[in-house]
């Protein structure tokens, strides 16, 4: 199975990715998205996990803007 990747989010009122969408049309709670990523069935983004217990995505750095989170279209 070829890996996905994320292609458009859904954010609460105050502007937090809440949900992800998939390149295969999946959308994912942000909790399973970061399932999805440990293990390695996304592509583009990571896991990181702050020494204060706070777990979030983000983009792999490649110097684009076009694929970054915040940016990607709202569904």
């Not at 989010?9 to 709670?29: A, D, H, P, Y």
Request: proline letters at 3%.
């Amino acid at each position: 199975m070829d890996k996905e990747h994320f292609t458009g989010v859904r954010k609460n009122e105050n502007g937090k990715i809440q949900m992800f969408q998939t390149s295969s049309g999946r959308e994912l709670s942000y909790e399973d998205a970061i399932k999805e990523v440990d293990d390695e069935m996304i592509e583009g983004v990571s896991v990181v996990r702050e020494e204060d217990g706070e777990t979030y995505i983000r983009s792999n750095p490649d110097n684009r803007r076009d694929n970054n989170l915040d940016g990607l279209p709202i569904f």
